[in-house]
């Protein structure tokens, strides 16, 4: 059952939605045609019948979370891969990208959970990434040490010249941007894929409000954004940093 999850710009109460989406989808799926467009109620009445138990525990999820019992839904959330791993007799291989920012839900110990389900969860195959291998590897080493032995590290450093600017032709195709911007994020992010990754992906939503051309001033008011508001996807990874040195 594959399951794909980046945290980047989500909120505790999205993960969770998307988490479950994504392993009711992929497990009924292959019983039964589903729109790609199904949200998570019609998933869940169509699971009703097909993982009974599973939809218990989703019930169970969504009671937690009402109820503001954060920590609770989280432990919950990762026994639904055991239980619905047993009904569907298939298991989930969860690729977890920016895994690191779960820090940031207010969650009293989120990687010591996550590490006594894994442990537990010999039929589930994780796949955890960070675009900060510094964290990453921090959170590995000390805060899942029971299992950092268990992990496969693979470091992926920054994009070459080239292929920075092939990403951002890659992420940005269809926008009109001149040339000499494109030069200047290849400079200005020295090639990191968080950082290109969290621009071009606002500067997506640009055209969805009829700009026709990328300027200086739509990139210089997105990375202010990204640097200095409070909810700015990198204003939030460095404070995120500054807290586990504080």
Wanted: charged share 20%.
């Amino acid at each position: 059952i594959p399951v794909y999850i980046n945290l980047k710009g989500l909120s505790f109460a999205e993960f969770v939605e998307n988490y479950i989406t994504m392993l009711l989808y992929h497990s009924i799926k292959k019983r039964k045609k589903l729109k790609d467009t199904d949200d998570l109620n019609r998933l869940k009445a169509c699971a009703q019948a097909i993982f009974p138990k599973s939809c218990d525990l989703i019930i169970k999820i969504n009671d937690l979370m009402a109820e503001n019992d954060l920590d609770e839904a989280y432990s919950a959330l990762w026994d639904l891969n055991l239980v619905l791993s047993s009904e569907s007799g298939e298991f989930p291989v969860v690729v977890w990208d920016e895994f690191n920012l779960i820090s940031s839900f207010g969650l009293k110990k989120p990687f010591q959970v996550l590490g006594q389900k894994i442990m537990v969860q010999q039929r589930s195959l994780f796949i955890l990434s960070s675009s900060c291998a510094v964290t990453a590897k921090k959170i590995l080493s000390e805060k899942l040490s029971l299992l950092f032995g268990g992990f496969k590290t693979v470091d992926i450093g920054p994009f070459s010249p080239k292929q920075a600017r092939d990403f951002i032709d890659f992420q940005c195709k269809g926008l009109n941007m001149p040339d000499e911007m494109k030069s200047f994020l290849v400079l200005f992010t020295g090639g990191h894929p968080f950082y290109l990754s969290s621009i071009t992906q606002k500067l997506r939503l640009i055209k969805l409000y009829g700009a026709e051309k990328i300027t200086s001033g739509h990139l210089s008011q997105i990375i202010a954004e990204l640097l200095f508001y409070p909810g700015g996807v990198i204003n939030q990874f460095f404070t995120d940093q500054l807290k586990q040195v504080s």
